[in-house]
């Protein structure tokens, strides 16, 4: 396991929607793992693969609850309910803060790292980085979405 290089916006990998991951193997798994590292090192809540160069659907996230580290592969909003809006940043765009809006509830269907499909239900905070990292994968950043940017010093993590 290792920390691999964050790609920082405009690279044009952050802007790719991603292909669908068909082989799952070691070397899925290690790409995880790194994500993993990656994310915990950049002190971040979520991760997708296109951050670190990879154009593949596969996105982890943290939000430091019970559920602990979830990875997402292939994920896929199947429902959703409610509103929010809150403040996100992005490690692709550091020091880069705003408010975006969301959906308060999901549903995702995804595979995990040995292909097997689960479904997490997910509220508040966890729906918000889940959303956010599905983004990434649909080349979307959330950038795009800010209703409104935080001056600096105005929005510490």
Known sequence: ??????????????????????????????????????????????????????????AVVDVDDEHGCIELINPII???????????????????????????????QANDRYGKTFIIDAEGFQARAIQHEIDHLNGILFTTKVIRYYEKGEFER
Do not use: W
């Not at 799952?24 to 997708?48: P, S």
């Not at 929010?84 to 705003?98: A, K, N, R, T, Y």
């Open 1 to 58: 396991m290792s920390v691999r290089k964050i790609v920082y916006a405009p690279a044009s990998e952050l802007e790719k929607v991603c292909t669908e991951v068909s082989v799952y193997n070691k070397k899925l798994h290690r790409l995880i793992d790194d994500m993993i590292d990656t994310m915990y090192a950049a002190d971040g809540v979520g991760l997708a693969a296109p951050q670190i160069g990879i154009t593949e659907r596969i």
């Open 78 to 108: 199947i429902s959703f309910s409610g509103e929010q809006i809150g403040p996100e940043g992005c490690l692709s765009i550091p020091d880069v803060f705003g408010d975006v809006k969301r959906h308060m509830d999901i549903k995702v």
